[in-house]
């Protein structure tokens, strides 16, 4: 991520933002990377709520300054507005799934009614049909 952003930034001298996904709890991790390498803009939301594997949460960013004063109104934000609502959102063993083996979120979404192990259904599909399936939901 770093090598990335650098190679963009340094060259062009533009504003650039990054948006991490958490599917494979990395979010974090590439957002640092990100900003070590120059990014201006890093995407975060509150409790990291965001599909899929959600994205990076905003007060584990926030927290990095070590600022009580300013990760306080997140948390406050989080406990009154949100709490209840997230309870599906975020890291899961489907989303972990989806994004170990390179697939697009919604295929976990697709199949965890329906089928007893999200990880054998992933043993069961050929990789054809997991991009095929990433390339349809990508175009839409």
């Excluded at 594997?53 to 300013?70: F, I, K, S, Y």
């Amino acid at each position: 991520v770093h090598e990335w952003i650098s190679s963009v930034k340094v060259p062009y001298g533009t504003s650039l933002g990054f948006h991490a996904h958490n599917n494979l709890e990395l979010a974090f991790a590439n957002t640092i990377s990100a900003w070590n390498g120059g990014a201006n803009f890093l995407d975060c939301s509150v409790s990291g709520v965001g599909r899929g594997g959600g994205n990076l949460a905003t007060e584990l960013a926030v927290g990095c300054w070590r600022d009580p004063e300013c990760t306080k109104p997140i948390w406050e934000f989080f406990n009154k507005w949100l709490k209840s609502r997230t309870e599906h959102w975020g890291p899961s063993q489907s989303a972990t799934a989806t994004g170990l083996m390179n697939c697009h979120p919604n295929y976990a979404e697709q199949f965890t009614g329906d089928y007893p192990g999200f990880i054998d259904l992933l043993d069961d599909l050929t990789l054809k049909e997991q991009e095929n399936y990433t390339k349809k939901v990508e175009a839409e």
